[in-house]
């Protein structure tokens, strides 16, 4: 095995074993990968329970749809997709649901580069981002931690990309309120 989190390389008898149901090889992947995922999901949630139950329903999805993964070179990307899926899918529930009343407000003509760099550079950040709502906050991790862009997460929350630069920008513009508190 070499490379680090999602961009691990597995052997192919061992992807081609989980594909037939092979306990042992879905045990290696799992014990490869787990790590990823969950820390990925731990970003994504702000819970370490919420964030441990959602690794394993990545892991039965990924165990149950594993044939359908054509290259094993791609497994690590394709792993990382199920898991922000999984977790999307989690917080679409109607007990977080996102209110689209103000989805469609004109935006301020400030530069997204300079205003994430600023986040960036606080030394609360962390403190700062726990006081965002859920749907915030995960749009901001996938955005500046994973690096997602905008078309991309737009496709993820099953929106258009200048929705995904709206809740962006209101969430960035949220912190900075707070910050400056």
Not at 83 to 92: D, E, G, I, P, W
Not at 115 to 124: A, K, P, V, Y
Not at 143 to 165: N, S
Request: hydrophobic share 40%; aromatic share 8%.
């Amino acid at each position: 095995m070499t490379g680090q989190g999602f961009g691990q390389q597995v052997a192919k008898d061992v992807i081609d074993g989980a594909q037939r149901g092979r306990r042992d090889s879905q045990r290696l992947l799992f014990e490869t990968f787990q790590p990823a995922v969950q820390r990925l999901l731990i970003g994504m949630c702000r819970d370490q329970e919420l964030a441990r139950d959602l690794t394993q329903d990545v892991f039965l999805t990924a165990f149950q749809k594993m044939t359908q993964l054509r290259d094993p070179k791609a497994l690590g990307g394709w792993l990382k997709q199920l898991t922000v899926n999984t977790a999307l899918s989690h917080f679409r529930k109607p007990q977080y649901a996102v209110s689209e009343a103000a989805e469609h407000q004109e935006l301020d003509a400030q530069d997204w580069l300079s205003q994430s760099d600023w986040l960036t550079q606080l030394d609360n950040i962390e403190q700062l981002l726990a006081q965002l709502e859920d749907h915030e906050y995960q749009l901001i991790w996938l955005y500046l931690v994973e690096g997602y862009q905008h078309e991309e997460l737009a496709d993820m929350f099953a929106t258009t990309a200048v929705v995904i630069r709206q809740r962006y920008h209101r969430a960035l513009k949220k912190l900075k309120e707070r910050s400056q508190v």
